[in-house]
């Protein structure tokens, strides 16, 4: 089991930029396959972008892909999620979550581990 946190929410101007972390504890992620999730007041949870356990591939939903960027630190065992040209519709608490599965997924329930969530809001 991984232990995750993440920071860097807060409140930005539509058109602004974030920088969300993921510090993971107890495991190296380099075993992982990391997702960020996003959930909004009354929807479901939905996947934002993955990278690989290699490291190597990303993915993007649709709606964010272009404005926002995974990555991973291995030696810092963090994993950064870098969003620019933030819309209000991106307004939501954040997630990140960790899967041991070599196959990135986009459900929820492929995901053992999860953080607390970090508030992020967009104002027009």
């Known amino acids: 089991q991984v232990q995750l946190v993440e920071s860097g929410g807060g409140l930005v101007q539509a058109g602004g930029s974030l920088r969300l972390s993921c510090a993971a504890s107890?495991?190296?992620?380099?075993?992982?396959?990391m997702g960020w999730f996003r959930q909004a007041p009354g929807k479901e949870r939905e996947f934002v972008a993955g990278?690989?356990?290699?490291?190597?591939?990303?993915v993007y939903s649709d709606s964010v892909k272009g404005r926002f960027t995974i990555s991973r630190d291995v030696a810092k065992n963090t994993v950064y999620l870098q969003m620019n040209s933030l819309k209000p519709e991106d307004t939501a608490v954040y997630y990140c979550?960790?899967?041991?599965?070599?196959?990135?997924?986009?459900?929820?329930?492929?995901?053992?581990?999860w953080g607390q969530g970090t508030q992020v809001t967009v104002s027009s």
């Open positions: 990278i690989t356990r290699s490291g190597i591939s990303t």
């Open positions: 107890g495991r190296t992620l380099s075993g992982y396959a």
């Open positions: 979550a960790a899967t041991s599965s070599w196959r990135m997924t986009r459900t929820p329930d492929g995901y053992a581990d």
